[in-house]
């Protein structure tokens, strides 16, 4: 009786070796979960998931990679839906005239998707992965409206100390799920860039873009070239060809006043004068004139 903890603290050790020994693999397998594959803004909270030790840490962790997810998805919706429809972009933003709970950017992305209208690349690619051809959500939808927003509402609200235990259950329970959405979810692999100069020629315009993939921007070498005009300092998709889809006030890399480094931030809070942008990057948060060009 007396060597059962042991054995069972043994027993977990080996759990715990093999599941990292597991996710080792499935990096090498399954490149495309490697962070460096992953868009910034999905990319640093996977990495910051995977790098805590305590389960309280990796379950807020876990947290934040889903909520990014959802904003990130909606983001993209957004922008293809104010692509289709520019003068829709005022009701677009009309979720965050106030400070947005996570619902009203699932609320927005759900609306985009079923809005036959919007037919921007890449809202087929988003359809597929929260709708079922008849229309019904898809496992990941399923998962990340429902139950991981309640898991989330729950454990964001109640700010008092839980039992040993308590997060490493919750992070058992749904780190595979929370896992499983973002390798369904083939849009976070689409690059995203930075445009940071253009050189413009006889309605030609070429970009030159720091690509925001992974946890470290890298300026591509050749500039991108379209008959698109975006200002300058825009984040966008880009279909790696000669489109490119501005993703607006909703996702921004910018320079951090809290950190003096450039990183993304999501909008938080959008009014006729301001932006106020929140990061998942050290819960960074600043708000940004809206004529600053
Ligand atoms: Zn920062």
Known sequence: ????????????????????AVARLVDIVEPSLAASHLAAPIAFPWQK??????????????????????????????AALCHAQPASEQAATEFLRQPAPLGGWITSLRNTLNDPAVNTWPIEILRGIFRRPNTKPTDTARYLFDEFVRIRN????????????????????????VHDCVRASTHVRLPLVYLHAVDHREGRYAYKVTLLMGVSPATLSEPIHTSIRV????????????????????????????????????????????????????????????ARE
């Open 49 to 78: 998931e995977v790098a805590q030790h305590e389960f309280v840490a990796r379950f807020f962790a876990l947290l934040d990679l889903g909520e990014s997810l959802i904003k990130y998805s909606a983001a993209l919706a957004l």
């Open 154 to 177: 729950r454990e964001r609200g109640h700010g008092s100390q839980q039992p040993d235990g308590y997060y490493e259950d919750l992070y058992r329970n749904n780190y595979m799920s």
């Open 1 to 20: 009786m007396t060597d059962q903890p042991a054995a069972d603290l043994e027993i977990e050790a080996r759990v715990a070796a093999l599941e990292a």
């Open 231 to 290: 200002p300058v300092r825009s984040t966008c998709l880009w279909d790696r060809g000669a489109f490119l889809l501005p993703l607006n006030d909703f996702l921004v890399h910018q320079y951090c006043r809290t950190c003096y480094m450039e990183h993304s931030f999501f909008s938080e809070r959008i009014t006729a004068e301001q932006v106020a942008f929140h990061s998942y990057i050290g819960n960074h948060r600043q708000t940004v004139d809206r």
